[in-house]
């Protein structure tokens, strides 16, 4: 058994997976250095959610909930198209596979609005960075499986 390799989640545009919004990919070589220690499982929550590539860029937007507060997330696309069934369903998707392959840690893109973890962007399409975590990101920390970004990644 402590001969096996861990399996991690990792977002599949690190890996060079064609993903991206833009139908590109952020290809991380640190990460691929990785391949021989780990199972690295690819995931792109947006696909998984059923929105395609290339598709138009999304970011997060607090909306006020019942009680006043600023905590429903809503997820829009540049155009103001509502996403956030798609964002929330590969948030699931992506936790079904976690789960499946007994991941204890994912590897995500940063500032991304489903995979971004501490950093993310403000929701007005001008480049702000807020605090905070992508839909994904959110959802698997909530069950227990760390997540970081690709730059804490150790070679």
């Known amino acids: 058994m402590s001969g096996e390799k861990e399996n991690i989640l990792v977002s599949a545009c690190l890996l060079g997976v064609n993903c991206r919004y833009d139908g590109g990919n952020g290809k991380q070589e640190g ?29 997060q937007q607090l909306v006020s909930g019942e009680t006043g507060d600023l905590d429903i997330v809503r997820v829009v696309d540049r155009s103001g198209k509502d996403v956030t069934d798609s964002f929330f369903k590969g948030a699931e ?23 971004g973890h501490g950093c993310i962007y403000d929701g007005t399409f001008s480049g702000t960075k807020v605090p905070g ?23």
Do not use: H, M
């Not at 250095?33 to 690819?42: A, E, S, V």
């Not at 992506?94 to 991304?112: D, H, M, Q, V, W």
């Open 31 to 59: 990460l691929i250095r990785l391949i021989d220690k780990y199972n690295f499982i690819p995931v792109c929550p947006e696909q998984l959610g059923g929105l395609g590539t290339p598709r138009e860029p999304a970011e």
């Open 93 to 115: 998707e992506t936790l079904k596979l976690a789960r499946l392959y007994g991941c204890k840690r994912a590897i995500l893109k940063e500032r991304s609005p489903s995979c």
């Open 133 to 155: 975590d992508g839909v994904t990101a959110r959802l698997l920390e909530e069950n227990g499986i760390l997540v970081s970004g690709e730059s804490n990644i150790e070679t």
